[in-house]
Nanobody, 130 residues
Framework: QVQLVESGGGLVQPGGSLRLPCVVS????????IGWFRQAPGKEREGVSC?????????YDDSVKGRFTISRDNAKKDTVYLQMNSLKPEDTGVYHC??????????????????????WGQGTQVTVSS
């Protein structure tokens, strides 16, 4: 049984940082891609970032480039992190991690399309507010 568990969310002031871990069990991440998605109240879900479990190639949405970093733990190989710096109020939402199969493109091995992901976590709330 595949399970994904996110944590690390909370309330943070604009300009602050958070790190969101996603722990995956039930499969080996070497053969999959892992994505982070977020959904704000009243808005559609949007892709934030993704990483290939095999070659560590990454993709970022333009809205988070230079501020967010996705990585896979070299020691805890079942864990993927989303490091979020310089947070803005528009980053507020429920953040979900998801696992899917690789999709080779000219940019890498993953895409920020939710329909390409098969397994999802319950999410963790991130609120950026003063």
């Amino acid at each position: 049984q595949v399970q994904l568990v996110e944590s690390g969310g909370g309330l943070v002031q604009p300009g602050g940082s958070l790190r969101l871990p996603c722990v995956v069990s039930g499969l080996t991440l070497d053969y999959y891609v892992i994505g982070w998605f977020r959904q704000a109240p009243g808005k559609e879900r949007e892709g934030v970032s993704c990483i290939s479990g095999k070659d560590r190639s990454t993709i970022y949405d333009d809205s988070v480039k230079g501020r967010f970093t996705i990585s896979r733990d070299n020691a805890k190989k079942d864990t993927v992190y989303l490091q979020m710096n310089s947070l803005k109020p528009e980053d507020t939402g429920v953040y979900h991690c998801a696992v899917g199969t690789p999709v080779p493109t000219s940019q890498g091995m993953c895409v920020l399309a939710g329909r390409r992901y098969d397994y999802w976590g319950q999410g963790t709330q991130v609120t950026v507010s003063s």
